[in-house]
């Protein structure tokens, strides 16, 4: 069966300042893995995934992310807080092996100050 | 419209009533799904539909029943809810739903208040 943990409901960084967002993943077999970002009042939308390519995947607006198996971690950062960055972002697994459905983590909600 | 609609935006209903949430993909892919968020939860798949067929019912109540009459329009009906269901309900697509690489795609959501 396969998990995602988020570590930190909330986080609050300041404007300029690292984003470092925790996922923390369990999977028998490789995973796929997501992060999605969810404004408010909007749907979630792909900020970038990791398909066993390259360990450290680029997003967009200049968040990445970095597969370690042996950690079995995919945390999300970006080096530069912006007051945009303001939402909530799920981690997510899918499994190669054929199935379809995602889980997902409970979210991280990220407040950016001023 | 572009990408993943969904109507009403906000719905209020009693607990007697029947109502229907819709969604429409634009983004010409095989799979939609029906996600449940409630607050301090997991997105909770409840449904999913590989052209046009239900894939997945993940042990959802009766009251709510989903219809795909093509791949690009979804609908949730809703009867006798409990205010338990009160939630955000979240539409997605996703070109191939075997593929467990491919992004799905969310609508806005529909904010349903059951009083």
């Known amino acids: 069966a396969q998990s995602v943990t988020q570590l930190g409901s909330h986080v609050s960084v300041s404007e300029g300042a690292l984003v470092l967002l925790r996922c923390n993943y369990s999977s028998s077999v490789p995973p796929y893995l997501f992060w999605y970002v969810q404004y408010p009042n909007q749907g979630l939308q792909l900020l970038l995934k990791?398909?066993?390519?390259?360990?450290l995947v680029k997003g967009i607006n200049g968040f990445e992310a970095e597969f370690k198996k042996s950690e079995t971690s995919f945390h999300l950062t970006k080096p530069s807080a912006h007051m945009s960055d303001a939402a909530e972002y799920f981690c997510a697994v899918s499994s190669p092996s054929g199935t379809y459905k995602y889980i997902f983590g409970t979210g991280t909600r990220l407040k950016v100050l001023a | 419209e572009t990408g993943v609609t969904q109507t009403p935006r906000h719905l209020v209903m009693g607990m007697t009533n029947k109502k229907s949430l819709k969604c429409e993909q634009h983004l010409g892919h095989n799979a939609m799904y029906w996600y449940k968020q409630s607050a301090k939860k997991p997105l909770e798949l409840m449904f999913v539909y590989s052209l046009e067929e239900r894939v997945e019912n993940n042990s959802v109540p009766s009251r709510f029943s989903p219809e795909c009459p093509n791949s690009s329009h979804l609908f949730l009906h809703l009867h006798t809810l409990q205010p338990e269901d009160s939630a955000l309900y979240l539409c997605?697509?996703?070109?191939?739903?075997?593929?467990?690489?491919?992004?799905?795609?969310f609508g806005p959501g529909t904010r349903l208040t059951v009083t």
């Open positions: 990791y398909t066993s390519a390259a360990t």
């Open positions: 997605a697509s996703s070109q191939d739903p075997d593929r467990g690489f491919d992004e799905q795609y």
